[in-house]
């Protein structure tokens, strides 16, 4: 269990590990994780360089949104973040980034569609598309639970915004945002080569649950 300390220097890492994978611009984008007692969580600060960012900047907030701990201003999706651990309790991370080819995929309203091993191994299947939200109130955090909510895929591209990740903490939800990247790309320059050869479901259905269950050094 980390301590808030620890939780500080962790949540502060990962955020600046967007600028460092590539999935984010100036200061777009945001990571936060839920706290150990379930009841808040940690995000960064809004509008702050990468480069300047500092574990003692990160703010505390209650599920409603409301800054607890935190001298700066909360990032702009706090409200998102926390509509998604007020109604996804299994969730104890969320990112969200601008990565342009997943963000491409939402300007063109188009789910990605499952055409590569690694989508089925990470998602299931489809990466979803939510609907258009405009920021600030809980309508995007709406439109990212009504969406992944009983759906396998951990991570999901807004109308014309784009991704929202969650994981069991904030390392597995930029883990997610980062392969969600990865397939937008490979997907988009797969489209652009012809058409787009979709896996079967029975094959996805077997992927998934392998590298759900088996892949990586399980307990060793
Ligand atoms: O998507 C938006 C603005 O459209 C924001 O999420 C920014 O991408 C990051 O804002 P802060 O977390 O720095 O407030």
Not at 18 to 43: C, H, P
Not at 82 to 96: N, S
Request: net charge neutral; charged share 20%; with cysteine.
């Amino acid at each position: 269990m980390s301590s808030k300390k620890e939780l500080r220097v962790k949540v502060c890492k990962l955020n600046i590990d967007l600028q460092r994978y590539g999935l984010v611009a100036w200061t777009a984008g945001n990571v936060s994780e839920r706290m150990s007692d379930g009841k808040r969580f940690m995000i960064k600060p809004s509008g702050v360089s990468y480069e300047d960012l500092k574990p003692s900047q990160m703010i505390i907030c209650d599920l409603d949104g409301n800054v607890l701990e935190g001298e700066l201003s909360p990032s702009s999706d706090t409200h998102t973040h926390a509509y998604i651990y007020r109604h996804m309790k299994d969730v104890g991370g969320v990112v969200h980034t601008h990565s342009n080819y997943a963000a491409a995929w939402s300007a063109v309203h188009s789910a990605i569609p499952c055409a590569l091993t690694a989508m089925a191994d990470e998602f299931g299947g489809e990466i979803p598309l939510g609907p258009f939200a405009l920021i600030g109130n809980d309508a995007i955090g709406k439109g990212v639970v009504e969406t992944l909510t009983g759906h396998r895929s951990s991570a999901v591209i807004m109308k014309n915004h784009g991704v929202f990740s969650i994981g069991k903490d904030a390392t597995a939800a930029v883990k997610s945002a980062v392969m969600c990247e990865d397939v937008a790309k490979t997907t988009w320059i797969a489209k652009s080569l012809g058409t787009l050869q979709l896996i079967d479901q029975e094959s996805v259905d077997k992927l998934f649950d392998r590298y759900q269950n088996i892949y990586g050094q399980r307990g060793k």
